[in-house]
Structures are given as structure tokens and as C-alpha cells.
Nanobody
Framework: QLRLVESGGGLVQPGGSLRLSCTASGVSVDYYGIGWFRQAPGKEREGVSCISGSGARTAYAESVKGRFTILRDNVKDTVYLEMNNLKTEDTGVYYC???????????????????WGQGTQVTVSS
């Protein structure tokens, strides 16, 4: 069975950087897109970024475009989210998830992902 585990969250000041990791085990995700999502208290889960199985195609939410970078290393079965120039609005629990189907166009819709990690907390505060 597929297992996704996020790591790398923590407390950082505005303008700082964090690098999140999502590692898959159990089954291969090489042909699946992987997405990063976040959820702040009292708010709905929102898509942040996603990457295709090959890593050739990516997508970003408008709020993070130019600040965040998603990449993957299929040898390590890991997808990364590099977050720069962090803002207080970036605070939340960050989740990675696997697309429900292979050979699918990038999507930031939560209902198009089937397996989810446990999440890692990111707090941006002065």
C-alpha cells in the first residue's frame, strides 16, 4: 500500500525559507503527479503546487508563484517543495498527495488526489 510522509516543516520568520519533502513508499509513484496542499485553521484545504510524474510539468497557485518551487527525484521517491520569501499567510499544515490517475494533466483540486500524507506544520511568524 502507498504511504506518503511529509517532513521539513517548522517555525520561520517572514522572508525566510523552508524545504519540505514528501517521500513515497510501498508502491511506485513514478507515473503519478504529486501535489502539495495546505490548510490553515478555519480554512479549506487549498492546492499550492503540483508536478507531473516525469517532473517536466508543474503548476502553482497564484499566491505562491515566483516564491515556491516544486521538484521531484524519482530515484529517491521524493517530491520537494522549496519555499522562499515566506509570508505569514503561508502558515498552515502542508500535505502531499498522489493524483488519482496516471497520465493526467496537473491539477490543484483536492478531489483529484487519492492518497495523502499526514501533513507537516509550517508556521511563519515574527
Amino acid at each position: 500500500q502507498l504511504r506518503l510522509v511529509e517532513s521539513g516543516g517548522g517555525l520561520v520568520q517572514p522572508g525566510g525559507s523552508l524545504r519540505l519533502s514528501c517521500t513515497a513508499s510501498g508502491v511506485s509513484v513514478d507515473y503519478y503527479g504529486i501535489g502539495w496542499f495546505r490548510q490553515a485553521p478555519g480554512k479549506e484545504r487549498e492546492g499550492v503546487s503540483c508536478i507531473s510524474g516525469s517532473g517536466a510539468r508543474t503548476a502553482y497557485a497564484e499566491s505562491v508563484k515566483g516564491r515556491f518551487t516544486i521538484l521531484r527525484d524519482n530515484v529517491k521517491d521524493t517530491v520537494y517543495l522549496e519555499m522562499n520569501n515566506l509570508k505569514t499567510e503561508d502558515t498552515g499544515v502542508y500535505y502531499c498527495a498522489r493524483r488519482s490517475t496516471t497520465w493526467s494533466a496537473p491539477s490543484l483540486s483536492v478531489d483529484e488526489y487519492d492518497y495523502w500524507g499526514q501533513g507537516t506544520q509550517v508556521t511563519v511568524s515574527s
